[in-house]
């Protein structure tokens, strides 16, 4: 059952759109006005996530290291409730976290940055008629890698 509002609302979306396309001037002697909006959206999104890697290292890093100040101050009291394996263990799982994020994100940032570079000249070449370098990241379930086109 379509209910009023939403049929209302898709028949004035419509005339909208109608009116508009009749109510464009067809005079071709005017200069156009080309923008260009083309946005490089995959190492956007790359640089993007490997940044937000990187500063969710940084707070596992931050916490690990505030767990072995508080693993150094159990071992200086003698460990009286028995806390230091279990901070140990933390400390560990809290270090390990934080290097994969921060230095997996600083490798994909790196990567991502030099697939913008990348596409970005080979629009620019395109727009000059030549055609520069292709770079495109190979992901798979057997396989990573890249290619390089020339």
Known sequence: MIRY????LCAVLAAASAHAQAAEPADDDRPGLEVDTRLHVGPMLLVGFSVVAIAVGAGFGWEADQLYDDWKEARDAGDPYGEMDALADDVRGYSVT??????GGAAFAIAGTVWWI??????????RGGLATAFRPLLGPAQVGAIVEF
Do not use: I, N, Q, T
């Open 5 to 8: 509002p939403a049929f209302l």
């Open 118 to 127: 990348v596409a970005v000249r080979r629009d620019k070449a395109a727009r």
């Open 98 to 103: 934080a290097d994969v994020l921060m230095f």
